[in-house]
């Protein structure tokens, strides 16, 4: 059965080297421009891309694989034997310059309503991917390229990892998310008219160290206004930098790379919750209530975007619909769930006749939501 793959791309200038060669026109300067987001300076781009565009529509299908490298990638894919018969889409990312955003946006602007290219330019051009500044690149380019790519393997079915584009300081990460993450990946073989497939590895991960400082990372994942230094007299936070998931300088600490790898592939199976011992029964055999704590609930925004209180209680309201998690938010640490409800007059019983149980007597348990099957057991 033919599958639909989205293959990620970083894109190169390597199409603009094209149009230059051809033209003698260098569309684009080298270099980061300064400025170049606002908009006086985006609409010149954009109109550049679409002169790209235009030129690329003229040329005739036989000679168009060979004018980029992700147009050689998109025609050698379908030569790839363990391919043949799928359908692929390059999803592109950008690094913050103008000469990747104008390649990138040019190629999803020719391929239109085909959509063999994808380009969101709000969300696909990743900050800070400047090898030539090393603080940038770690505390902010990397973490960025691994949330997007998070986000879309979040989206997308069939995912697979180019990994030849971009600089080549990328390439170790992107083999470290296709590894996590359980996908394929694609490769250029040097000299050859196809691409190296690399299948998906099926190694099963252990999460001991994401749940055991799993408030530490999401800590970090934030940044820590402090040295990485001044952190590690926390043995936690000590314990994390051993095994290299804490990057920093003097004045900010942050998670790695692989970190933020290992954080968001966690996430996207998993949500980890505090629960009272006396709720876990009721939660366990509710799997609607379950979905709703993983999806809603464990999402800091959104749980604060619906939490009321109900004499004294703090209480999440999932709408138009009876559920409703009580909680406590100890100062320092998860919130702790010790009661849940399906039935709203037992839910306002409850907050009318009872006070909230102090943190301190409660006895809470790490628990692990599976999302593949809503599925609760202890951590």
């Known amino acids: 059965m033919a599958r639909s793959w989205t293959v990620v791309t970083l894109a190169g200038k390597s199409l603009l080297d094209r149009y230059a060669k051809e033209t003698g026109i260098a569309p684009v300067g080298e270099g980061a421009a300064e400025g170049w987001r606002a908009k006086d300076q985006r609409d010149q781009w954009d109109q550049i891309a679409f002169d790209l565009a235009t030129w690329l529509a003229g040329k005739p299908p036989s000679e168009v694989g060979s004018l980029s490298a992700e147009l050689q990638t998109l025609a050698r894919l379908d030569k790839t034997p363990q391919l043949k018969g799928d359908r692929f889409k390059l999803h592109l990312l950008a690094t913050d310059t103008p000469q990747a955003y104008t390649a990138a946006r040019a190629l999803a602007l020719w391929s239109g309503k085909n959509g063999w290219f994808e380009f969101d330019p709000c969300r696909d051009l990743i900050a800070g991917l400047q090898v030539g500044d090393y603080e940038t690149f770690v505390h902010r380019g990397l973490p960025a390229l691994v949330r997007r790519l998070a986000e879309i393997a979040a989206q997308v079915y069939d995912l697979m990892i180019n990994s030849t584009a971009g600089f080549r300081a990328v390439t170790p990460y992107l083999y470290a998310f296709a590894l996590i993450q359980q996908v394929p990946m694609v490769y250029q073989f040097e000299g050859a008219e196809q691409l190296l497939f690399i299948p998906r590895v099926p190694i099963e991960l252990k999460w001991d160290v994401v749940e055991k400082f799993y408030v530490q990372m999401v800590s970090l ?159």
């Open 221 to 379: 994942q934030r940044g820590i206004g402090s040295s990485v230094e001044q952190l590690t007299g926390d043995p936690a936070f000590r314990d994390l930098d051993n095994i290299g998931l804490v990057e920093g300088d003097k004045d900010m600490a942050v998670l790695s790379a692989i970190g933020e790898i290992l954080l968001g592939r966690y996430r996207q199976l998993y949500a980890l919750v505090d629960v009272d011992q006396s709720a876990v029964p009721a939660l366990k055999a509710n799997p609607e209530m379950l979905r709703i704590v993983a999806e809603k609930f464990c999402d800091d925004h959104h749980r604060e975007n619906r939490t009321e209180r109900k004499n004294g209680h703090f209480v999440f309201d999932n709408g138009d619909n009876p559920y409703r998690i009580y909680f406590v938010q100890p100062r320092h640490g998860s919130p702790i769930i010790y009661k849940t409800f399906t039935d709203h007059d037992e839910h306002q019983w409850y907050y009318e006749h009872t006070a909230p149980p102090p943190p301190e007597s409660l006895h809470p348990v790490r628990c692990r939501i599976s999302k593949q099957d809503w599925r609760l057991e202890e951590a």
